[in-house]
């Protein structure tokens, strides 16, 4: 394995960085709509349930099934693999933000309105770092199976790790198949323990223990 | 003598219900004075605190505060002026019992060393020494602790008036007396206008310069102790008080029992 790292070094290096772009590039998207999106349903509890609903259904699509619907639409190669991994996050990043605004203790919001915060510094200041964990806790998620569900991708011509897997399995080199199991598992376990520490110290801040 | 709050005419019913939470309130508190607001669960006497610092906006009628309508200030500026104190506190677990405190000064802008200083000041004042409880998180405080912590932020801008709602209705006896005597004796201090809300005669009684009577959103009475006790307005009244002393009968009759019981031990 290590001879043929020193061999060919770019067939890992360059899908190990291309599998950290296309994960970094979904997980950026994913977090800006459903950003907005959870701050368009905040104010109505029943629509919440509703299109978190309906994206826990859209989750539960095996992911091969959903690129063969959305390559008619969008084409090979990156572009879908992306747009398919942002619609999966969704689900994950839209029900924890919603749910980590809830957790808040409604007696806190409403003591800091009878004290005469504004909206603004309620959002910035009490209820954004008390959501905090939770929506750490969904990115962490996120970014796990984003991570993992990429290599499919590489059916698509997406690159990334996956394309190490799927030309292994096609020539049945042994090599290359273990190289992409390694490095994405590694980088899924790195991300999880990266954010899970995040998702800690908010943890600990919110109890006032940090 | 100023009037820190009138209500005229103040009406509000809640969306979908078929009657008036507070009906139809006409009233004037004080400056200076503690106004207790006594009653029934579910008879109005949140919804008529909340729309002095306008948590909630009444359908018709007027509220001023110290002259002006509330109506056409901004309720964020208002808030300011006025402290609110809640039963289940709702301190900020993510900051320290100083910062807490500190909030509404840093709002503000108050400067740093003025901040620090009111913060020890008003520590001392609700006898939680600053040097142990400053840099202490909420959790790490006891019930009692932690609503002395909720009246000093509350005070922390020297508002105008207190809104104080069952401030200690989830407290134990003995630690709820001594928050009174401390409530009272920062009342004589500071002589600022406090609007109390409590179901509990006992602590409506002994709190208020005058007790407001509420039941069915409607004032029965707004009169000072004594003349509710000589000369109750009407049976809702009488019978409320009836109902207190009754109790405290049961107490003196159940304190003999035991003396007799423990006597036949002996
Ligand atoms: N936010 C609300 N929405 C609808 N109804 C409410 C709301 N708050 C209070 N009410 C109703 O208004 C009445 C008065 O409630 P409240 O002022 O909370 O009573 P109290 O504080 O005396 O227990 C009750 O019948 C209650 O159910
Ligand atoms: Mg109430």
Redesign the pocket.
Same mark, same amino acid.
């Given at each position: 394995m290590i001879k043929f790292l020193l061999r060919y070094p770019e067939k890992v290096v360059v899908p190990l960085l291309q599998h950290i772009e296309l994960t970094g590039l979904t997980l950026l998207i994913s977090i800006v709509i459903a950003s907005a999106l959870s701050l368009l349903l905040m104010r109505s509890r029943w629509l919440s349930q509703l299109v978190v609903g309906l994206f826990s259904a859209v989750y539960a699509i095996p992911s091969m099934a959903l690129f063969a619907l959305l390559i008619p639409l969008f084409g090979l190669g990156e572009k879908t693999a992306v747009i398919v991994l942002v619609i999966y996050n969704q689900f994950i990043l839209v029900r924890n933000i919603l749910g980590g605004f809830h957790s808040v203790d409604p007696a806190v919001i409403e003591s800091a309105y009878g004290m005469g915060m504004s909206g603004a510094q309620i959002f910035f200041k009490i209820r954004l770092p008390l959501a905090s964990p939770v929506i750490l806790a969904g990115i962490k998620i996120a970014a796990v199976s984003t991570i993992g569900i990429a290599t499919i991708g590489a059916t698509i011509n997406s690159g990334g790790l996956g394309t190490l897997l799927f030309e292994g399995l096609q020539t049945m080199n042994m090599v290359k198949i273990l190289w992409g199991t390694l490095l994405s598992s590694l980088l899924a376990i790195a991300a999880n323990l990266l954010l899970a520490a995040l998702e800690k110290k908010a943890r600990k801040a919110v109890n006032g223990e940090g | 003598m100023r009037t820190a709050v009138e209500f005229r005419s103040v009406r509000k019913r809640?969306?979908k219900?078929s009657y008036d939470?507070v009906s139809d309130v006409s009233l004037k508190i004080n400056e200076g004075e503690i106004v207790t607001i006594l009653?029934t669960?579910?008879?109005?006497? =949140? =919804?008529?605190l909340k729309m002095v610092n306008r948590l909630y906006e009444p359908d018709s009628g007027e509220i001023l505060f110290f002259g002006q309508p509330i109506r056409q200030m901004n309720p964020v500026e208002l808030r300011r002026k006025i402290g609110y104190v809640i039963q289940q506190v709702g301190l900020f677990p993510h900051m320290n019992i100083g910062e807490n405190i500190a909030t509404v000064p840093k709002i503000l802008g108050w400067p740093k060393q003025k901040i620090e200083k009111r913060v020890d000041e008003l520590l001392e004042l609700v006898q939680l020494p600053a040097a142990e409880f400053k840099k202490r998180y909420p959790h790490q405080l006891s019930g009692g602790q932690q609503q002395r912590v909720g009246l000093a932020r509350a005070l922390a801008a020297d508002p105008a008036i207190m809104l104080l709602d069952e401030p200690f209705g989830a407290i134990d006896a003995i630690t709820r007396r001594s928050l009174q005597d401390e409530l009272l004796s920062i009342h004589r201090k500071f002589r600022k206008t406090f609007l109390f809300?409590t179901h509990d005669i006992h602590e409506a009684f002994r709190l208020a310069d005058r007790v407001l009577i509420?039941d069915a959103?409607k004032v029965q009475q707004f009169a000072a102790p004594a003349e509710i006790c000589s000369k109750p307005a009407c049976g809702f009244v009488e019978k409320l008080v009836d109902s207190a002393r009754e109790e405290q009968l049961e107490w003196k009759a159940g304190g003999a029992e035991n003396d007799q019981v423990s006597a036949s031990l002996s």
């Open positions: - | 809640f969306p219900a939470a009653g669960s579910g008879c109005g006497k =949140t =919804t008529l809300v509420l959103g």
